[in-house]
């Protein structure tokens, strides 16, 4: 059974870069078919999607924020990173990775708040 479980980051200052990882348990990031997802929700807000990364390695990013995401991972550790450069207290959420296929997110983790604050 895949689990996928997001790390804590906290509070971030502005201006900082935020640095996210998911730890994917039950299942390789390298099985062909997936791919590993970023999504975030605002306070009060709907869910968006940032970018992913493909069981290939190959990154696709939301146009929006293209230009402050990067995604990575760790194969020996089974994880992928995200990270979030410049934030803003806009960029307070509740973040999730995710399990994607064919565009169904199918299995998410449990998600992280993030809070942007001096």
């Known amino acids: 059974q895949v689990q996928l479980q997001e790390s804590d980051p906290g509070l971030v200052k502005p201006s900082q870069t935020l640095s996210l990882t998911c730890t994917v348990s039950?299942?390789?990031?390298?099985?062909?078919?997936?791919?590993w997802t970023w999504i975030r929700q605002p306070p009060g807000k709907g869910l968006e999607w940032m970018g992913c990364i493909a069981s290939s390695g190959i990154t696709y990013y939301s146009p929006s924020l293209k230009s402050r995401t990067s995604i990575s991972r760790d194969t020996s550790k089974n994880q992928f990173t995200l990270q979030l450069s410049s934030v803003t207290p806009e960029d307070t959420a509740l973040y999730y990775c995710?399990?994607?296929?064919?565009?169904?997110?199918?299995?998410w983790g449990k998600g992280t708040l993030v809070t942007v604050s001096s």
């Open positions: 995710a399990r994607s296929i064919t565009n169904t997110w199918d299995i």
């Open positions: 039950g299942g390789s990031i390298t099985t062909n078919v997936y791919y």
